[in-house]
């Protein structure tokens, strides 16, 4: 049996003999002094065998001048120097991400196409519109009662002398609602009109100050009928049929709402044409309009039937204030619109 010998010893040896093994015509190097080593020599040895060759020296650093700059310029600049000005600090290069990599360097590869703009994929729209179903389905469950009666007694007027059954303030809370609902619905189905007709570029900065402004002059609209329903009714006729053409009116307006939902939900989610939405909606405005001007027969017209007088009353309080309605619509989508 032979017995290796210890490679340390060999290593010592080595570094005691380095003079007479290492060649003279070449620096002495730590790849060299390992390459004298066996090669099952342990991290120990390797270590031990740097060590007797190489000892730590003083680091001398160099007082040469920098010479890394164009030829008749001076010397570079530190840039850590407070005092240097601003104009050696920025560079063409200055703001470049390759040379500073805490600021963000963008997106890599050529952009795609944007997904084109659709009302289906908007959260905001879808959850206004559930919103609005939710509380719609809210109002009828409480309110069903007092809507089905409203319903019945639409067509015929209660006899004089007769008691009429008196809401409730959540009942008329859950109508308002429902005008209200109305009004949302008109400003969305404006709103699809208005990005169908005049594009989806506008001045503003959401599409949803677009709809806010629309529901605003709906409401606007609203208000105007209501006030000018008071002031002339209040001149020519007495309170009890004001009263019961306010409440028919509030009726009709709800029964719009209701109507004109489904128009919104088919257009948009379901692709409807919005040439299909458009006449869906002349048919909803006529029907609406024939129950109210046969309601304003029967409150006001019914005893002293005067055909003249009914179609001036109509005209001036219906058709001119909704023409006029259209008419602020389609010029505040124009003037809002962005041209190229």
């Known amino acids: 049996m032979v017995l290796q010998q210890d490679t340390l010893e060999v290593s010592t040896d080595i570094a005691i003999q380095g003079d007479s093994v290492a060649p003279k015509h070449k620096p002495i190097t730590p790849a060299t002094v390992l390459s004298w080593l066996p090669y099952n020599a342990t991290p120990a040895q390797q270590d031990s065998a740097i060590q007797a060759w190489f000892k730590p020296s003083e680091i001398r650093w160099s007082n040469r001048p920098d010479t890394l700059h164009l030829p008749g310029h001076d010397k570079g600049h530190n840039m850590l120097d407070t005092q240097l000005p601003q104009y050696y600090r920025e560079g063409f290069f200055s703001k470049d991400t390759l040379f500073h990599p805490e600021l963000p360097g963008g997106r890599y590869g050529v952009a795609g196409d944007p997904v084109p703009y659709s009302v289906h994929g908007d959260n905001v729209i879808t959850s206004l519109l559930l919103a609005c179903f939710i509380m719609a389905v809210i109002a009828f469950s409480n309110a069903r009662g007092f809507i089905v009666r409203q319903a019945k007694s639409f067509f015929y007027l209660h006899r004089e002398g007769t008691t009429e059954v008196v809401e409730t303030s959540n009942e008329l809370r859950f109508q308002g609602f429902l005008v209200l609902l109305s009004c949302i619905m008109l400003a969305l ?152």
């Open 189 to 340: 189905l404006f709103y699809f009109y208005a990005l169908d007709r005049f594009g989806d570029t506008f001045v503003l900065e959401s599409q949803y100050h677009l709809i806010a402004i629309f529901l605003a002059l709906v409401v606007g609209y609203f208000l105007f009928r209501g006030l000018v329903y008071t002031v002339v009714n209040n001149i020519f006729f007495d309170g009890k049929r004001n009263g019961q053409w306010i409440k028919s009116l509030l009726f009709i307006t709800s029964i719009e709402g209701v109507l004109l939902f489904p128009a919104v939900i088919l257009q948009a989610y379901f692709n409807l044409s919005l040439q299909n939405v458009e006449i869906y909606f002349a048919i909803t405005l006529v029907l609406v309009k024939l129950l109210t001007i046969l309601k304003c027969y029967l409150i006001f017209f019914r005893q002293n039937v005067v055909r003249l007088q009914i179609i001036l009353y109509f005209c001036t309080l219906e058709i001119i204030p909704l023409l006029a309605f259209w008419g602020a619509l389609v010029i505040t989508a124009s003037n809002l619109k962005i041209n190229f």
